[in-house]
């Protein structure tokens, strides 16, 4: 973790550095991703979130080691360095068993940290601002603060036990958004109040102290997550206003070794994660958008392939996605509260994505599997790449990009991680 610490000095000084989080377990997502990185020679964060990834397996199926490994066969199949990647843990906490009473609760966070720890992960987000079955609301920031202290307590201890020593780096706060997105965007994000952000690192550093953590651990305490105005919903986005974060920003200038995690920068423009940077908010989660680009790859790649082949050659992905949606709709209704019509286009297009629960499933990976066999063995015309992927075209015909479909499909999805890289500084582009 010495480069992630060195970039976020680098950062309380003044220079417009950050590193970008990548959220998300897809293959496609994490090759583009990697292959950004050794592109750029920089450094890679990639978190697994406690839903995709936990000692049951999450909605991946694996647990924490499988995770690692599994990025790392990614990273060797493109002769990257193991040394470039850094793993990180997202809202690690009872978010998972909040339905339940929070002693059960957090001790299912125990054993989740532990399980992280113990893999090799080496920022840990200590994300307890969720209420549990039986909290009283609204939920203490000091309960919040004493519980993150517990599961940073089991953090040390595992790393002493596993390593023994610690270098781990941890993200706390209490403004947390909800993982994956909002049903509904509120007319106006409130910021949060310098008070809030100073309260809440005074709690959580008290927590620390009273659950016997020394100064060394709290000097670990990298960010904190605060609300700077950013969300997305279905189908809107709410803007980065830098001059609404000026008094955040000045203030976590004069706090040692802490700056802020944006979560949810998703669809954001491309000036927005530069001001964000400058305003030390040096670490950029993404990842609905990231799958989201995998998203119109696929489909794009579906209506060429609708122009190319006979109905009955084709992978009908698109109308697989749907029929599979419907069937198993668990990751998407609580999300689309809307008409049957527009839970229809919510399913395909929505920014919030949930689509992305559904690619591992046999019936659409096989979709996917034949779509991009089929258009493997065809030329695909230039026209048709102009109409439903012109960025690609324009690349194709300046003879940048192979004309395949995992070519395409890995430079749309990079067209996210570039932009990324570009606002923290890391793009040989830049």
Not at 173 to 186: F, K, N
Not at 313 to 337: G, T
Request: proline share 5%; hydrophobic share 45%.
């Amino acid at each position: 973790m010495k480069a992630l610490l060195e970039l976020i000095r680098a950062n309380k000084a003044g220079q417009p550095l950050g590193i970008y989080s990548v959220c998300s377990a897809h293959p496609q997502v994490l090759m583009a991703a990697l292959a950004q990185a050794k592109q750029d020679g920089s450094k890679l964060l990639i978190e697994a979130t406690a839903n995709q990834v936990n000692q049951y397996g999450g909605y991946t199926g694996m647990q924490p080691s499988d995770f690692i490994d599994f990025v790392f066969k990614l990273a060797d199949e493109i002769s990257l360095s193991r040394q470039q990647i850094l793993f990180g843990g997202d809202h690690l906490g009872p978010v998972c068993w909040k339905h339940q009473p929070a002693a059960q609760a957090m001790a299912q966070a125990e054993k989740l940290i532990e399980v992280y720890v113990a893999a090799g992960f080496q920022k840990i987000h200590l994300d307890t601002s969720m209420a549990c079955a039986d909290d009283v609301l609204p939920l203490a920031d000091t309960l919040i603060a004493q519980r993150a202290a517990r599961l940073c307590q089991v953090a040390e201890q595992t790393s002493m036990q596993q390593f023994g020593h610690s270098e781990l780096c941890y993200v706390i706060g209490t403004e947390v958004p909800a993982p994956g997105g909002v049903a509904s965007l509120e007319a106006s994000l409130a910021v949060t109040p310098v008070g809030h952000v100073a309260q809440t690192l005074l709690d959580h550093q008290q927590a620390f102290a009273e659950a016997g953590l020394t100064e060394a651990v709290w000097q670990r305490v990298i960010a904190v997550v605060v609300q700077p105005g950013v969300e997305f919903d279905n189908t809107s986005v709410h803007r980065f206003q830098a001059d609404k974060t000026a008094a955040l920003a000045s203030f976590i200038r004069d706090v040692p070794h802490v700056v802020y995690e944006a979560h949810s920068t998703d669809y954001q423009p491309a000036q927005a994660y530069q001001q964000l940077v400058r305003q030390h908010f040096a670490i950029l989660k993404v990842g609905p958008q990231l799958t989201f680009a995998l998203r119109e790859a696929l489909f794009a790649l579906c209506l060429i392939e609708e122009q190319l082949l006979p109905i009955e050659q084709q992978s009908c992905l698109i109308a697989i996605c749907e029929r599979e949606m419907q069937r198993q709709p668990d990751y998407w209704q609580a999300f689309y509260q809307v008409s049957a019509e527009q839970q229809s286009l919510l399913r395909q297009f929505s920014y919030s994505d949930r689509i992305r629960y559904y690619w591992n499933l046999p019936l659409i990976r096989a979709a996917v599997e034949k779509l991009c066999q089929n258009l493997a063995t065809q030329a695909i015309p230039l026209p048709l790449l102009s109409q439903f992927l012109p960025v690609q075209y324009e690349a194709v015909l300046n003879g940048d990009l192979a004309a395949t479909p995992q070519a395409l499909i890995q430079h749309k999805i990079r067209q996210v991680t570039a932009r990324y890289a570009t606002a923290c500084g890391l793009s040989v582009a830049a």
